[in-house]
């Protein structure tokens, strides 16, 4: 009896990466106008954020509906395996929903968890739950240690313009035009599974700060995996982060050297790239106990 991991594409996992840990990626749908893709099968990311730029109108993303899990659990429970499912914050999409009226004639099989994250966040968690297989533990057991770990994952990001979070609806045109003009880069978090505005910088430099000062209040556990994720179509200003972060930690006797440490890199999808927009920067952790 095998256990399956399943995500969905919003985790932000390459296909080759899920291949070789065994881990299944379910796609969300994207439109733009008329025109649907699957992420990750229809769209790459890079095609995602190419088309991004070049229209005026917002992209939306759509949940996965129950049928498509509720196909998937169907042929895993037939084969006598089990599953750990894990979505996007339920607060932040519907999918999770979907996925527990999926599941719930599985109950004995099929364990969903809401990640309370997004994007490298969920990723983390989907990371934990493969490590946890490889020890041996029931889906069960894995789904309850993933409940219990995932209040530790600290999400944190600088985005480079308003203007992806006002056509989102989530701040004023007035607001996004002031912030424009003052060259405002705001600092973002999930905190409680949504994603809220942390603080707001004037320009690079200050935006950079603030993200290593909410990283730091956080504090850092360096003995697990820490991912950093960009938006756009250049990972430039993500490599000097990860560049500055590493010395900052250096400088302060956190590690021995810049290599001590891997901070791996990738690029952010389309759900999250809707709302933020190009040129953002995350890093997703664990927090000190």
């Known amino acids: 009896m095998a256990i399956r991991i399943i995500v969905d594409s919003s985790a932000d996992i390459e296909e080759d990466y899920a291949r070789d840990h065994g881990i299944q990626i379910i796609p969300m749908t994207i439109t733009f ?3 649907e893709f699957a992420e990750g099968v229809d769209i790459t990311r890079t095609e ?6 070049e229209t005026d109108e917002l992209p939306r993303t759509s949940q996965i509906p129950p049928m498509v899990f509720q196909d998937i659990f169907q042929e895993i429970v037939t084969a006598g395996d089990t599953a750990v499912v894990i979505t996007l914050s339920s607060h932040i999409s519907g999918t999770y929903q979907s996925a527990c009226i999926a599941a719930a004639p599985f109950k004995e099989s099929v364990f ?19 490590a946890l297989r490889e020890e041996g533990l029931s889906a069960a057991d894995i789904a309850y240690c993933l409940d219990q770990e995932k ?16 056509r989102g609806g989530r701040i004023s045109g007035a607001a996004a035009a002031i912030g424009g003009l003052l060259s405002i880069k705001p600092v973002v978090g999930v905190v409680d599974g949504d994603v809220v505005v942390l603080g707001k910088a004037r320009g690079s430099k200050a935006s950079r700060n603030m993200v290593f000062e909410e990283i730091e209040k956080a504090g850092v556990d360096l003995t697990r995996p820490i991912w950093v994720a960009y938006s756009g179509l250049s990972d430039k200003t993500a490599r000097k982060y990860i560049a500055d972060s590493l010395a900052i930690a250096t400088e302060k006797g956190l590690i021995s050297s810049p290599d001590e440490i891997e901070m791996p890199l990738t690029l952010v999808g389309a759900v999250i790239g809707t709302h933020v927009g190009p040129g ?3 890093f997703a952790f664990f927090a000190r106990e």
């Open 33 to 35: 106008g008329n025109e």
């Open 48 to 53: 995602f954020f190419q088309r991004l730029v």
């Open 112 to 130: 969903v968890v809401d990640s309370e994250n997004a994007t490298i966040g969920e990723r983390l968690l989907a990371e934990r739950a493969w």
């Open 151 to 166: 209040k530790d994952i600290r999400l944190v990001a600088s985005l480079d313009t308003l203007e992806y979070l006002h």
């Open 280 to 282: 953002g920067v995350a």
